[in-house]
């Protein structure tokens, strides 16, 4: 522990020096800080007698609840962040979060449960790909993991979009396509096996609208065509930058050096088929939807009142892909709307010149950072190990600065979807984040980011404050842990924003939020019951995450609570 100076003054904790301060009053408050006596176990060896609630080990971590006598006496945590806690302490958990897209390489439940053991924080579903069926049972093996295994996995369901994509290469699982061979893109529904060099694009208008001498960028320009000639329905190309097409791999085309965005413009963002998966991602309690291809704010309005209609008892976060020219017009408007966003530099990468990436990731970052919304860097981050077992300097170098940018959160796609090394992936962005983190923490190379007011009540702005005066607390007094009491999250996100050095305790009562949480910065959710009185909720919780071995007495810790909107700093008995 840090060396502070806090003297031992009395073996039980002084009741009155827990009183929360309540700031339902006037702007002249302050917050005095109470320093409590540190207790050494030693000195004290029936600190927990403080404490009468004996803990239950419960496992709650399904969609709806657990038993209302377990819950009330038990806390939820992850185990994984448990084990890592007991084995390393506080300063070596991880704050940047993992999202790992699950795909025919890691569907199965073994691979899912080394996954959420390799630190995957979110499982995220592409309803571009696969049934109903096939993403119900992910989802399920997800939820089921959770229970049985004490994870406490979010789902992410991530939409299709109305962009133009190809079809499923006849049941190929990939095409390799050569240096100047002629392939054809062709709108006719063709009956299995497709004929050679034939594939099949979703949308009746492409014939029409492509013209010869139109460049054609697969998967945002993994592979490229030129468009030498039209027949009717079909587009003959030839291929000018070879490589490997994928199922349903998205197409853009090119004119003169810009893209072709007519058509794209007339879609709708959310089609009627993503509105199905949507219905279907309600009923099956996913945590977050990820909106593909959003042109502004107005449609994630849309997408959240029609959530909130139909779910009334828990909430689904909306994150907005930001992946077109369209969305980064209306890039704040849209961050705004949002619960979070997503950089998603697959297709971003192929609608904006490669070059711009690096810079719209950062700006992105930045304005999520500054509107308190987490954000996600996703795509290419370990491409090359979707083939080999280790990545490439530059690959590891470009995880490094999305970290270093302290992004919520990193994405696999292609790695864990598909790929043959999904978590040795996993273990590489785990590693990656922990060393840049401990790295620039040590080295205090953070530059301290002036952030904005985001409140847009006083009351609000009073737990903004708090955030920020703990926030800072905590690094100037080297505390161990923040501790946030927080019923909607809301708190415990304007904590993360601040990117404290030390980790962000944040307990919920509702595993929804808990599950949410877990895609911010530096949090670690826990389901805990609490009430309105932080004394006993303190002591409960000194006493339950003590028996688990994660805490111990002299850990020096601010506590806050949005309830009471109160700051404490105490160590713990
Ligand atoms: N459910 C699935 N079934 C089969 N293959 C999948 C599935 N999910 C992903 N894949 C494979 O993994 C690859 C990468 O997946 P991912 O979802 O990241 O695609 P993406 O193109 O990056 O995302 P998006 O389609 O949202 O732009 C896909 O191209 C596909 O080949
Ligand atoms: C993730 C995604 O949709 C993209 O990178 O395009
Ligand atoms: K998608
Ligand atoms: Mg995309």
Known sequence: MAAHSIRFLTPTLPSHSLSPISVAAPPTLRYPLLRLPRLSASAHPHSSDLVPAPSVLSSDNGISGGSVAAAASSIDVDAVTEAELKENGFRSTRRTKLVCTIGPATCGAEQLEALAVGGMNVARINMCHGTHDWHRQVIRQVRRLNEEKGFAVAVMMDTEGSEIHMGDLGGFTSAKTEDGEVWTFSVRGFKAPLPERTVNVNYEGF????????????????????????????????????????????????????????????????????????????????????????????????????????????????????????????????????????????????????????????????????????????????????????????????????VRQRAD??????????????????????????????????????????????????????????????????????????????????????????????????????????????LQWGLIPFRLSFSDDMESNLNRTFSLLKQRGMIRSGDLVIALSDMLQSIQVMNVP
Not at 215 to 237: H, Q, T, Y
Not at 322 to 330: F, G, H, Q, R, T
Not at 412 to 432: C, D, H, I, N, Y
Request: hydrophobic letters at 40%.
């Open 207 to 402: 014939a029409e609208d492509v013209k010869v001498g139109d460049e054609l960028l697969v998967d945002g320009g993994m592979v490229r065509f030129e468009v030498i000639e039209k027949i009717g329905p079909d587009v003959r190309c030839k291929c000018t930058d070879p490589g490997l097409l994928l199922p349903r791999a998205n197409l853009t085309f090119w004119r003169e050096g810009s893209l072709v965005r007519e058509r794209n413009a007339m879609l709708p963002t959310i089609s009627s088929k993503d509105w199905l998966d949507i219905d279907f991602g309600i009923a099956e309690g996913v945590d977050f939807i990820a909106v593909s291809f959003v042109k502004s704010a107005e449609v994630i309005n849309h997408l959240k009142s029609y959530i909130a209609a139909r779910c009334r008892d828990r909430e689904i976060s909306v994150i907005a892909k930001i992946e077109s020219v369209d969305s980064l017009k209306n890039l704040e408007e849209i961050v705004c709307a949002s619960d979070g966003a997503m950089v998603a530099r697959g297709d971003l990468g192929a609608q904006i010149p490669l070059e711009q990436v690096p810079s719209v990731q950062h700006r992105v970052v930045k304005i999520c950072r500054q509107l308190n919304r987490p954000v996600i860097v996703a795509s290419q981050l370990l491409e090359s190990m979707i083939e080999y077992p280790t990545p490439t300097r530059a690959e590891v170098a470009d995880v490094s600065e999305a």
């Open 409 to 518: 959160a990193l994405m696999l796609s292609g790695e864990s979807a598909m790929g043959q090394f999904p978590e040795k992936a996993l273990s590489v962005l785990r590693s990656v984040s922990l060393r840049i983190e401990r790295w620039w923490r040590e080295e205090k190379r953070y530059e301290a980011t002036e952030l904005n007011d985001v409140a847009s009540s006083f009351s609000d702005k009073i737990s903004e404050e708090i955030c920020n005066s703990a926030a800072k607390m905590a690094n100037n007094l080297e505390v161990d842990a923040l501790f946030v009491y927080t019923k909607t999250g809301h708190m415990a996100s304007l904590l993360s924003r601040c990117r404290p050095d030390c980790p962000i305790f944040a307990f919920t009562t509702s595993t929804s939020v808990r599950r949410r949480l877990n």
